[in-house]
């Protein structure tokens, strides 16, 4: 279909035509289009079914405020075609039709709707119970959105941003440009937000005057230009505003053009002050039929064709209730469309000369009509009739323009908590209150007045500044005696509904809620307005309660009383506007630390894990249970890369007390040269870490923690001295030092290769600490440790030469028959030698006794002067506790899966850990179990998942599995 | 998080930054006596008032320092 081609306003490049594809044929499109102005301009009409009564849906508002333009682009559903810019090659469907939009073979349950009263289902489908469940099924068929592949796979990139401003400007309208400009000039930074893809607001498509010789859109792009040269604004376009909170935080997201490297991102503005200058929409009018396909509101109609340039119908009549509505008629009217008559709700159009301009093109204007009911499917005429339903009268048309005047769009003032109150004079819910740093400005304000507007946007402006520290009080003062010397706030149009019994007069599109479904909600007793948003479901859809959001309250207001100090809003909530789920997902951000032999490890074919926050070798072959790697550490040597190990440097006058305070020994009991093993609990008792600890000189230490504690441990020993003013320094050396674990019982002849040192037994024996150098360069902290049950060297070098003294004992390893190992390996060595690892046998409950590590506690010390000690002297004797044991399986070889269940006539505890040993050559583990069932002896039944009902048994055995003396570990 | 919080060495920051450590209850009284409840109380039971209460943060994402702040908990906004 052509365009009009000599509207100075359009947005459309009718040079560049875009073809897509709708119900199998090919549609044309331009540049600048929206899917759905493509589709109308292409003829289609009927772009959905609604909800529930599957009628016929079509443009409305332009704006996205209902879900009649849901359509699937592309494969995914829900897309709001009025918002959607036309790209090349879309694939474009309809939803909820069997069929097509236009023959809809599920069309005659418009016909059910006295079947169909509001919250049918809630009351129907409950008794018997059992009939819910397939009820649902069929209510979900017959009223559905829509539908989306199981295997569905988003495409496209999604990004965020996270920008702190100064001021933050929502709305790119006149009010919100001004507003930006004067903010902006006052030297600060400046954010606007713009939902539609191009600034201007409702001055945009407006060819009508702002000013001698000045047209409105003329004026935007003036607008526009003088921000331009202001750099320290940054202008958002397609960018709806989604939510505000507190500090002024506020977030929106962005939809890419083809310049940007990202389909939508996500935004989240910190600013200093925050201006809502989102304007208005307009209020539906309620009339019977007032939804059908051919009724659209004042800017639909307007916009279509002065934007897009595109004439919505041929003979079109006019409903409305504010100037914009004739200053409509008379553009349309001016472009070819035939204008059967204007009738106008109020006695007098605010502006007089609107009037005789009606006259000169000898349009009937009727004051005081209204529009009663759409006629026909395609609309084929409509009924008026004065306000008191006296008189009626039909005409033909194919257009029917109808808005019950303007409402501002407060979601965002709303969200930012300011306090909304009804206004008799405009009909506005308006602020009463607004919080600190948030102003509010433009036609939202009731004001209707082109220069009103704009000097509200410099007020706002200028208040934000002022908020920032900048602007002088004068120029504001300035600013508000030029607002007050401009017309103020009109009256508004008060109408709720024509007169009219309401059976199919929609006050809520999406959810296909008609005023007598609110009626009817009134009738059983509801009578509060959120209430009966929720039973009749009027504005739950996905237009965010763009169409019933303020009828409701008004509708419902009218019940209670015509006094309007009733009247509250819905509330609002996040997200203002729908957004797709993948926007809030941003970008996948699946990140983990490396350590120095990251590469290396994979090199030697190292199964790497996301393990916590690192990436870590679990095994080095196919098979699982590690068998080789096992046999390899018990008899020769092997190395672990243990650098995700939580190193800590302490130090300073008071580093010792701090170290009493977290750990339940006796620190005071280091000797140099010496390891201290120890524990932290926490305020319960319960045990969070193990690890060693070892003075390096005086005031100052050097200890590890586990893997998982690394990251908190600085903030809990700070937390745990926050009272004290105690002077230490903590240094976090995790990622600063590499560990190579060296561990069997030829490490000692590896490690002698690397190191020219006495590192006999009676030199360098169990439990000691000492600092070497490797290769006559690197140096080394050495720990003679011994996690793995066998003879082991914990090396600790900085980061920089792990790799180099990795390789070197590899190299003086190969006469060993040195291998690497990975952590399943030290997992099952270290159970067999009965050692713990803190979150494997232990759980949010489990203190230091019950996992039999009381010993570590040092009962001089002051309780109240360590994290836990109270507890820890509370819970010594309690009873019923779940206590770490360990068991051996009974007639089977194949340990129970970890977490398993140990059961009795109920639950009594679980399985920690359990790996059959090659080692022992048994399945042995570890469990927590409820005190009395630890005794030694105690035949305890572990369930699992396959066991078929059968339990399988095991028995409860002294710990250590192996090597019981430890002999080995002293070797 | 819409909460900013002032870190007394690095100033006004996003609250992402922090940690949240509990009501300020002060230091630790020296004698707990030896009922568990009593023990349980401080650790546990919070006043968790509706409106201004003194609590501390950490900088977890900044300097790593805890410190004291008072926050208007119906408004989620810090004091100044």
Redesign the interface.
């Known amino acids: 279909m052509s365009r009009l081609q000599n509207q100075p306003t359009l947005r459309v490049d009718t040079n560049k035509p875009l073809s897509f594809t709708y119900k199998k044929k090919t549609f044309s499109g331009f540049k600048g289009d929206t899917v759905a102005s493509a589709l109308f301009s292409g003829g289609i009409r009927i772009f959905s079914r609604s909800l529930k009564y599957h009628r016929p849906r079509g443009l409305y508002s332009l704006d996205g405020e209902c879900s009649n333009t849901g359509m699937e682009v592309n494969g995914i559903p829900n897309v709001n075609a009025e918002k959607t810019l036309l790209e090349k090659g879309m694939q474009v469907k309809a939803q909820n039709v069997k069929g097509s939009p236009e023959l809809d073979a599920m069309g005659f349950m418009d016909s059910l709707d006295r079947a169909m009263p509001a919250g049918f289902y809630y009351r129907t489908m409950h008794k018997p119970a059992r009939i819910w469940p397939i009820a649902l099924q069929q209510v979900r068929k017959a009223a559905g959105l829509g539908k989306i592949s199981p295997d569905f796979r988003m495409t496209g990139e999604f990004d965020e941003i996270f920008p702190t401003t100064d001021v933050c400007v929502i709305g790119g309208g006149p009010s919100g440009m001004t507003a930006a400009i004067a903010a902006a000039e006052t030297g600060l930074r400046v954010i606007l937000l713009e939902a539609r893809p191009w600034l201007g607001g409702f001055f945009d498509y407006r060819q009508s005057e702002f000013s001698r010789d000045l047209p409105h859109y003329q004026r935007a792009r003036e607008l526009e230009a003088r921000m331009q040269t202001l750099p320290n604004i940054r202008v958002f376009t397609h960018t709806a505003m989604v939510g505000a909170y507190s500090n002024n935080l506020v977030t929106a997201f962005q939809i890419g053009n083809e310049k940007d490297p990202f389909d939508e991102r996500y935004l989240e503005i910190r600013a200093q002050s925050m201006i809502v200058a989102t304007g208005c929409i307009e209020r539906p009018l309620l009339f019977e039929n007032n939804e059908r396909p051919g009724v659209m509101q004042i800017a639909c109609a307007h916009r279509l064709a002065n934007t897009y340039g595109i004439l919505p119908g041929k003979r079109a009549v006019f409903s409305v209730a504010h100037d914009l509505g004739i200053e409509a008629a008379l553009d349309l009217f001016d472009a070819g469309i035939e204008i059967a008559a204007v009738a106008d709700i109020r006695d007098n159009p605010s502006h007089a000369a609107l009037v005789s301009e009606l006259e000169q093109r000898e349009i009937p204007y009727l004051k005081g009509w209204v529009a009663r009911e759409a006629l026909g499917a395609p609309l084929k005429s409509v009924s008026l009739t004065t306000l008191q339903g006296t008189f009626e009268k039909k005409l033909e048309c194919d257009l029917l323009v109808a808005s019950a005047g303007m409402t501002p769009v407060t979601g965002p003032l709303s969200m930012a908590q300011a306090e909304l109150a009804f206004d008799q004079h405009t009909g506005f819910f308006l602020p009463k209150s607004l919080p600190v740093g948030v102003y509010a400005a433009g036609r939202l304000l009731g004001l209707n007045d082109s220069r009103a507007i704009e000097a509200s946007g410099q007020v706002a402006g200028l208040s934000a500044a002022l908020n920032c520290g900048k602007a002088s009080a004068q120029a504001l003062k300035d600013a508000q005696e030029m607002l007050a010397g401009r017309p103020q706030a009109e009256r508004g149009c008060n109408l709720v509904m024509a007169p009219v019994k309401g059976r199919k007069a929609f006050i809520c599109f999406d959810e296909d809620t008609t005023v007598k479904n609110i009626k009817q909600a009134i009738d059983m007793g509801f009578d509060a307005t959120e209430l009966i948003k929720r039973f009749t479901a009027a504005g739950t859809g996905p237009g965010q309660s763009g169409i019933p959001g303020h009828n409701l309250p008004l509708l419902v207001a009218q019940h209670h009383t015509d006094h309007g100090a009733l009247t509250r809003p819905t509330t609002m909530r996040a997200p203002l506007v729908p957004t797709l789920m993948a926007t809030y997902a941003g970008t996948n951000h699946l990140m983990s630390k490396r350590t120095p032999m990251h590469e290396r490890q994979k090199q030697d074919g190292g199964v790497m894990r996301k393990i916590g926050v690192w990436n870590r070798a679990r095994y080095f072959s196919d098979d699982f249970s590690c068998r080789r790697e096992i046999e390899n550490i018990r008899n020769n040597v092997g190395m672990l890369d243990a650098t995700t190990l939580g190193k800590f440097r302490i130090f300073g006058p008071d580093a010792l007390k701090a170290l009493q305070r977290v750990y339940v020994g006796d620190m005071a009991k280091i000797s140099p040269g010496k390891i201290k093993y120890s524990a932290m609990c926490n305020e319960d008792g319960c045990i969070i870490d193990d690890g060693v600890v070892v003075q390096r000189g005086e005031n100052d230490y050097y200890f590890t923690t586990s893997t998982a504690r690394a990251g908190i441990t600085v903030e809990w020993i700070r937390y745990h001295t926050r009272y004290d003013g105690w002077d230490f320094n903590l240094v976090n050396l995790t990622d600063a030092f590499g560990v190579i674990n060296l561990a069997g019982p030829k490490a000692r002849e590896v490690l002698s290769e690397v190191i020219d040192a006495d590192i006999s037994n009676a030199a360098f024996p169990f439990a000691a600490y000492q600092e070497f150098t490797a290769l006559d360069t690197i140096p080394v902290r050495i720990m003679r440790l011994g996690f793995v049950g066998e003879l082991s060297y914990e090396l600790h070098v900085p980061g920089s030469w792990m790799e180099t003294l990795w390789d070197a004992l590899s190299e003086a390893g190969k006469p060993f028959g040195i291998a690497n190992f990975g952590l399943e390996t030290q997992n099952v060595l270290r159970m067999e030698k009965g050692h713990l690892i803190i979150g494997s046998e232990s759980e949010q409950r489990t203190t230091l006794h019950d996992v039999g590590l009381g010993g570590l506690w040092d009962r001089n010390k002051p309780a109240v002067d360590t994290v836990g000690a109270v507890a820890l002297q509370q819970t010594e004797n309690q009873e019923k506790r779940l206590k770490l044991v360990g068991f051996k399986m009974k007639n089977t070889r194949t340990p129970p899966k970890d977490g398993s269940i140990v059961v009795d006539d109920r639950i009594r505890g679980h399985v920690c850990i359990a790996r059959y040993s090659h080692t022992l050559q048994e399945a042995v583990g570890m469990a927590l179990v409820e005190d009395p069932l630890h005794a030694v002896g105690t035949e305890i039944s572990i369930y699992e998942d396959e066991c078929q009902g059968q339990l399988v048994s095991a028995t409860v055995v002294p710990m250590p599995f192996y090597d019981p003396k430890g002999e080995r570990l002293r070797s | ?4 919080l002032t870190c007394p060495v690095c100033g006004k920051r ?1 609250g992402y930054e922090f ?1 949240y ?1 509990g009501e300020d209850k ?7 006596g ?1 009922s ?1 409840e009593t ?1 349980c109380d401080y ?1 546990h039971m919070n006043r968790c008032v509706a409106g201004i209460q003194k609590e ?1 943060w ?1 900088h ?1 994402d900044g300097c ?3 410190f004291t702040t008072h926050r208007d908990t119906l ?3 810090e004091m100044e």
Do not use: E, Y
Request: glycine residues 12%; charged residues 20%.
């Open positions: 998080m819409a909460l900013t996003n940690r450590g002060g230091p630790k009284p020296d004698d707990f030896s568990p023990w650790v501390w950490c977890r790593g320092v805890w408004k989620n906004l």
